[in-house]
């Protein structure tokens, strides 16, 4: 079945520091791929997207492009700050199995000073 | 517009006892998700509804329903309450673009 499977945490970095999450999935037919944030003490938003092969999405300084030649979606950021720090989900939606959303298991991000 | 809400947002309960869980959604949408999340294994679907109906549902056991009313508010119970139920409780609500989820804060249960 479909699945995402992403960096295991947690991530720690200094202010400024380029930051990396990886993230591939495994999906039959041309799923789309997300990012969602988690701050503490608060629900899941939406980051960025992306709907087809080659597609890049970005908000707010994140990066991922969809790659289907290697099944990933990996999350990147130049330069991380202290707001940043939180837990970044990888996800999958796929009208191929019942429009279902499949999500990561979560990478904790803290950002130091 | 009002975001998605959750209520309560922190439960205490007992094994064996039985839970209720409250999501009123944005305005305007007529689906509503809920996913249960935990540290090990992070967002499990729970199931989906729309226009009162359930749409979708994931591998829970049946302990877990859930229904949904006609001004789209949705309810999640559980029942007979075990250890591993505790978890936070996420409602997520869509509109016509059902890739476009907007989550609430979620309701923590904890079962002692």
């Known amino acids: 079945g479909d699945s995402v499977t992403q960096m295991e945490g947690p991530v720690t970095l200094s202010e400024e520091a380029f930051l990396t999450i990886n993230c591939t999935y495994t999906?039959?037919?041309?799923?789309?791929l997300f990012w969602y944030v988690q701050y503490p003490g608060e629900g899941l938003q939406l980051l960025l997207k992306?709907?087809?092969?080659?597609d890049k999405g970005s908000n707010k300084g994140f990066e991922a492009t969809y790659r289907k030649e290697t099944t990933s979606f990996h999350l990147e950021k130049g330069s991380v700050q202290v707001s940043d720090s939180a837990v970044y989900f990888c996800?999958?939606?796929?009208?191929?199995?019942?429009?279902?959303?499949?999500f990561g298991t979560g990478t904790s991000l803290t950002v130091i000073p | 517009k009002a975001g998605v809400t959750q209520t309560p947002r922190y439960l205490i309960k007992t094994r064996g006892q039985q839970v209720t869980l409250s999501c009123s959604p944005i305005?305007?949408?007529?689906?509503v998700s809920w996913y249960q999340q935990t540290p090990g294994q992070g967002l499990q679907f729970l199931f989906e509804?729309?226009?009162?109906?359930?749409?979708n549902k994931g591998n829970f056991p049946g302990r877990f329903s859930g229904r949904q009313f006609s001004n789209s508010r949705s309810e999640m119970n559980v029942s007979t309450l075990e250890l591993g139920d505790s978890a936070l409780y996420l409602c997520?609500?869509?509109?016509?673009?059902?890739?476009?989820?907007?989550f609430g804060s979620g309701t923590q249960l904890s079962v002692l």
């Open positions: 997520a609500s869509s509109g016509d673009d059902r890739a476009k989820l907007f």
């Open positions: 992306a709907t087809k092969a080659d």
């Open positions: 509804y729309f226009s009162e109906t359930q749409r």
């Open positions: 305005s305007g949408h007529r689906s």
């Open positions: 996800a999958l939606y796929s009208s191929n199995t019942g429009n279902q959303f499949y």
């Open positions: 999906a039959t037919g041309y799923p789309s």
